[in-house]
């Protein structure tokens, strides 16, 4: 399951507590507003728009089997380079795999068979008023860290403190608009917010990690290496061998266990991760039994290489499990930080060169669908031509945006019909002539002058070289020139933290409820911010206006609306060259291993499987 940092989020969020305003409340002083506060009743769960699902008093999640039995190891394998951190927190070093989710807890835990709802976890309950413009946490007395230390509203503010200064540039923008926090009594925490309108505050603190501020008195955050932190979650660092492999243990004495959103969940007493350089290898050693889950992202091995004894007899299972969940955009991302694509004519003219039919019949076995949107798979895509009020949206920015937006469908290039790619490269070239481009001599070069239009993409994975490689042959046929640069794991996340590539490969996940998160994608602030998600470089006053009205939607109808209008304006910059998606989750398995009955929108979770006694 993906978790902080990556996609921090399968969203939604809680209801709010209306505020119970008397008629003068329009004309409130200092003293009627405290009162007013003062009306707030601590409330369980909240929903983004609307109300949580579940009611007070729920006992576990309905995608869940509460009888679940502990105990078993479930081994797992990682493809990359090892690791060298035990903090996630940070943009230094490489964090092992599972570090987050498994060692700390949050103040609120979300429900994956909802857009945006999250539940008390180490808060017992939260307050909010009507416009969100604060939020108070509750704190169960009985949460503890695993040292036996309890956790209090000091360990929250820490948290807070030290994830904004110390920590991923990501939580700085993430909770920019906190403008105050208070400790009110140990158990009781408040955050006062600078942006009311920005309605999902209350829900991504409730998201925040908490850690223990006693442990960290005396250490420096960031630089702790491979000592195991002290955490709050369902389990501890057992066993590791730095690089190569960490076994977490769960904690029979976790303090959340017994919680209705912990029913179900965490049910394995070890969980091993090995890790393997070579995804082949890996492959072989999940059918020879050295580990038992294999999420399978390669459709030709999906396509071939589950096959055998062990899969017929039912020893091994291969279940492609269907979501309903956004895709998101995975693409060739462009950055346009880069002089070579800082004209959208010539990313729009190279995406062109790019024949997706052909590389899902001939290497994908025909699994995949084009992507078309940057929120694919929901409601949030935008299809068609705007209307209604997502055109009313987009017309108060026509004069700063191409007209095409209003009268030309958005459609990734495709080579279906007679002419093909030939017919493709025929646009690229005159979108290339537009640009400034001429052929000379065999290459594609500026007219101005002379240089040639090169560049380089940068990839980790050896198997991905073969959707390149045709890619790159399109392209010297208008005498474009890509050069493929591998590079191992490490140095390709270090790369990416500081920009420094042409074109990555890269997928940019999204949840059902977008929120702040999308500044970390593409907002103007995050252009030079080293480590931040912003791939492509997006720095637009547009896109930086949309972004904060996708983030002050009021309700769910105007959530679609504005995501969609940001969705379109994306598209018409031209900032990847957009690949495929699949709405299942293709899975295989050793059959000790057992899995709810009902799966949840937001797709597979392991953290919700056991192993058979």
Known sequence: MTRFLSALRPRSLFTVLTLLASPGFLYASDTTLEASEQQIQPIHGLAMHGEPRYPEGFTHFDYLNPDAPKGGTLKMAVVANGFDSFNPFVIRGVAAAGISGYIYDTLLEYSADEAFSMYGLIAESLETPEDRSYVVYNLRPEARFQDGEPITAEDVKFSFETLTTEGHPFYRNYYADVSKVTVETPHRIRFDFQETSNRELPLILGQM????????????????????????????????????????????????????????RFNFDRIRYDYYTDDT??????????????????????????????????????????????????????????????????????????????????????????????????????????????????????????????????????????????????????????????????????????????????????????????????????????????VDSNQYVQRVREFDYDMITQAIGQSDSPGNEQREYWHSSTVDANGSRNYAGVSDPVVDELVSLVIQAPDREELIQRTRALDRVLLSGHYVVPHWHLAKDRVAYWSHLKHPEQTPKNGTDLDNWWAEP
């Open 209 to 264: 990690p908490i850690m223990p501020a006693h442990y960290w008195e005396d250490r420096e955050f960031g630089k702790n290496g491979l000592t195991p932190p002290v955490g709050s979650g369902p389990y501890k660092i057992g066993a590791f061998e730095a690089g190569r492999s960490i076994v977490y243990e769960r904690l029979d004495d976790y303090w959340a266990k017994d919680l209705a959103v912990r029913k179900g």
């Open 281 to 486: 290898v890996a492959l072989e050693a999940f059918k020879a039994g050295s580990f038992d889950f294999r999420v399978e992202t390669s459709a030709k091995n999906w396509a071939t290489a589950y096959t055998g004894e062990r899969f017929d007899n039912g020893t091994i299972k291969k279940e492609a499990i269907e979501h309903h969940r956004p895709t998101g955009m995975q693409g060739f991302v462009f950055n346009t930080r880069k002089d070579v694509f800082s004209d959208p004519r010539v990313r729009e003219a190279l995406t062109y060169g790019f024949d997706f039919e052909w590389t899902n019949k001939n290497l994908f076995y025909g699994q995949y669908a084009r992507t078309n949107s940057y929120f694919e798979n929901s409601e949030l895509a935008a299809t068609g031509l705007p209307s209604g009020r997502g055109l009313e949206i987009l017309e108060q920015y026509r004069s700063q945006l191409g007209e095409d937006i209003f009268t030309k469908p958005f459609a990734a290039p495709s080579t279906d019909g007679k002419q093909g790619l030939r017919q493709n490269l025929r646009v690229a070239l005159e979108l290339l002539r537009s640009a400034g481009y001429e052929v000379r001599e065999g290459k594609m070069v500026n007219t101005e002058t002379g240089e040639p239009l090169a560049f380089e993409i940068l990839l980790f994975q050896k198997t991905f070289e073969r959707v390149v490689l045709p890619f790159k042959n399109n392209l010297a046929k208008l005498g474009i020139e890509m050069s493929v640069r591998l």
